[in-house]
């Protein structure tokens, strides 16, 4: 009898720990590739500009006086290029009055270069990128879009857009990660680094190596 008790109590001890143990969620460690940029790429459309003036109005033309330049991002280090950002300004063609001087659009755009490369979208601004702060979490919930603007200046009538000293979003299938972008002269970029988290499904902070 004592025995039949004490395997009876041996089997309800091994039922309870192992629905314990079902019932404890998996977590899955963060596995972080930090890209971390001893030389940071820095690219710009325009070399210098020169003084338009027809007395009255005063331009600053680019020269070249329309450019063409490229970066491209390896996000997971497989050698391929995920996303392209994409750095231009050429001269307006007017299609209303604008004014006697030249007038120059300038712009910078990024985009995902596969169906599952794609970048997080700002609130209320579908054609334009989401900026983050150092620690925001970037996450599956946000909206993405495969092109988006990074800046836009120039033009007769257009919005300005400007690139921020802060970090971007990006989703490559299903991995989340971060570019951290600066502003330059020039209708120019800085990328200062990136990172991408190859646990799947899992967000990623703004800024996170580890």
């Known amino acids: 009898m004592r025995n039949i008790l004490f395997l009876s109590g041996i089997i309800l001890l091994l039922f309870i720990s192992c629905d314990e143990a079902y019932d404890e969620p998996e977590t899955i460690p963060d596995a972080i590739i930090f890209s971390n940029l001893n030389a940071p790429i820095s690219k710009h459309t325009v070399r210098y500009y020169s ?6 109005c005063r331009a600053n033309i680019p020269n070249p006086g329309d450019s063409v ?22 001269y307006w063609e007017p299609t209303q009055y604008c004014g006697h001087c030249s007038i120059y659009s300038y712009d910078i755009n990024i985009r995902g270069n596969s169906s599952s490369d ?7 601004e579908p054609w334009v990128a989401r900026y983050y702060g150092e620690t925001d979490t970037i996450s599956f919930d946000n909206d993405w879009g495969s092109e988006l603007i990074l800046s836009m200046k ?18 490559h ?7 951290k972008l600066k502003p330059q002269e ?6 200062e680094n990136f990172a991408i988290n190859l646990s799947p499904n899992k967000t990623i902070r ?5």
């Open 51 to 56: 003084i338009q003036d027809h007395g009255v």
């Open 69 to 90: 330049t490229t970066i491209n991002l390896d996000v997971n280090n497989d050698s391929t290029a995920d996303f392209t950002i994409r750095l231009s300004h050429s």
């Open 118 to 124: 794609s970048i997080a979208v700002a609130p209320d």
């Open 154 to 171: 120039g033009g007769c009538v257009r919005p300005t857009f400007s690139i921020e000293d802060e970090y971007i979003g990006f989703k």
């Open 173 to 179: 299938n299903n991995l989340l990660g971060w570019i």
């Open 186 to 191: 020039n209708n120019g970029i800085l990328v």
């Open 206 to 210: 703004a800024g996170q190596i580890k």
